[in-house]
């Protein structure tokens, strides 16, 4: 068995025994989509004659993904690393890439599975969202998405010393991220300025992402503006981890 192989099936158990984090990680995006699907139960967009959940359900699943990607990444560095199983990893011929990709493998595949629940209900006719044909480009968002966050989890991950650490740099990076990309509120009813600090900020790529695959709005111009700017913040902030990442707490 490769060391890849043992890692990854190592991380996999870890998060399939862990009965109360898997619930909230799927159950957290899909309350959010049963409360704005129940606000604009009916409503439809002027421009285009489309739903809100076409506009809403892209955002909730964006940060959904987004939220799980990095504090799945960040918690299990932390642990790791406060029990030393990351020292005794790098006194073995296993190298550092191996305990990378094997992290990213679930973080993908817990993304893939979140927005494929999340469609399907999203698709149910209670809430009805209209999936336009384009609807595969979300793919590669979803993937970079995933990787974007990623990268700022393991930075989040080499940062912090505590469970209670995490979680307080993780929400103060998150929550604001929410409602300044357009996850939760319209961007166009922003003033111009935080319209414009949107833009550094890597869920609005992801947002955007999403939601012209799934509206069908945009061209490919569009879309390559939104993977390069997740490629980008892939860079920065893996760039950022791999100065920041630490084997123990005592070095």
């Not at 939220?67 to 406060?82: I, P």
């Not at 979140?114 to 469609?119: D, E």
């Not at 700022?152 to 993780?170: F, K, Q, R, W, Y």
């Amino acid at each position: 068995m490769s060391t890849y192989t043992a890692l990854a099936k190592a991380n996999y158990k870890a998060y399939t025994r862990d009965v109360t984090t898997m619930f909230f990680t799927f159950a957290f995006p899909l309350i959010f989509l049963v409360v704005f699907g129940l606000i604009f139960s009916g409503q439809r967009v002027t421009k285009g004659g489309l739903p809100y959940i076409n506009y809403t359900a892209p955002g909730v699943l964006s940060w959904g993904v987004g939220n799980a990607a990095l504090f799945g990444v960040a918690f299990t560095m932390m642990h790791w690393r406060r029990d030393d199983i990351l020292r005794l990893i790098w006194r073995t011929p296993t190298p550092l890439s191996s305990v990378l990709v094997s992290r990213y493998a679930i973080a993908l595949g817990v993304g893939l599975v979140q927005a494929v629940l999340f469609t399907a209900v999203a698709l149910l006719p209670s809430f009805g969202l209209h999936l336009s044909g384009g609807w595969p480009a979300g793919l590669p968002v979803l993937l970079l998405g995933v990787t974007a966050f990623m990268a700022v989890g393991l930075v989040v991950g080499s940062l912090a010393d505590t469970p209670e650490a995490v979680a307080a740099i993780a929400n103060c990076v998150m929550i604001p991220m929410a409602f300044l990309s357009g996850a939760f509120y319209p961007i166009t009813l922003m003033p111009h300025w935080l319209q414009d600090v949107s833009h550094v900020l890597p869920l609005r790529y992801f947002n955007d992402g999403l939601l012209n695959a799934f509206s069908g709005q945009g061209g490919w111009g569009d879309f390559g503006i939104n993977c390069g700017g997740l490629v980008v913040f892939t860079v920065i902030f893996g760039a950022i981890a791999t100065k920041t990442f630490r084997w123990s707490n005592g070095r």
